[in-house]
């Protein structure tokens, strides 16, 4: 099987990107062809078109599924095991976040929390504490969105992202608002600069 050439260029450019983002070459570069693949594929036929070895294309496919970011899909009458890539981007997205957190965040969060239930000695275990309760703070706040994110359908999500910078612009008019509807605490604060 030859790739054709776009085809070709995608996949060698996921390969080089897989490096980049803590996978190997041969791993990008089998899940950029699965993705792309208007079938599910086998073992064989991503061998013959990446020109891999039978083993390289067993252990890469090993290291997606640990990822869960491919399918296996049996065949009537066909022994052979096939393999397929999600086609929404979001789902990817979001088995990609959910993972990454398994591995990576919670395993942090955890480190941070016992470190903060320790009693500190002395003045730098104070200091590096107080730095870790700041970085505990943002990756729970962090995880504490996604969480939310991830409970979004995929269309709001996309409306979300799409809103951009127009976000901020909401937050700041909610917060106008709120300032015009709660007259008292302006009068107190006018009151008290009065006085002083």
């Known amino acids: 099987m030859k790739l054709p050439p776009l ?6 450019h996921f390969g080089e990107m897989g490096s980049r ?10 899940y950029a062809l699965l ?37 296996l899909i049996h065949r009537p009458n066909d022994r052979r095991e096939y393999f ?8 990817i997205f979001r088995t990609l976040a959910n993972e990454r957190r398994k591995r990576e965040v919670d395993p942090t969060l955890s480190m941070l929390r016992e470190a903060l239930m320790e009693q ?19 990756i729970e706040l962090m995880t504490n969105w996604l969480d939310d994110v991830q409970k ?6 996309v409306s979300l992202m799409q809103m951009g910078a127009k976000v901020q612009k909401l937050l700041e008019m909610k917060e106008r608002v709120k300032n015009v509807f709660s007259p008292a605490k302006t009068n107190k604060e006018e009151t ?4 002083s």
């Open 192 to 195: 008290s600069h009065g006085q």
């Open 21 to 30: 983002w803590g996978i190997n070459r041969t791993v990008g570069q089998i």
């Open 152 to 157: 979004m359908d995929s269309e709001t999500l």
């Open 7 to 12: 085809t070709q260029r995608f996949v060698l």
């Open 84 to 91: 397929q890539a999600p086609e929404d981007v979001w789902a």
């Open 35 to 71: 993705y792309v693949s208007a079938q599910p594929l086998n073992a064989d036929e991503i061998g013959e078109a990446l020109t891999f070895s039978r083993s390289n294309v067993s252990m890469g496919l090993k290291e997606l599924q640990s990822w869960n970011l491919v399918r």
């Open 120 to 138: 500190p000695g002395t003045a730098e275990d104070i200091h590096a504490q107080e730095r870790m309760k700041q970085m505990h703070s943002f």
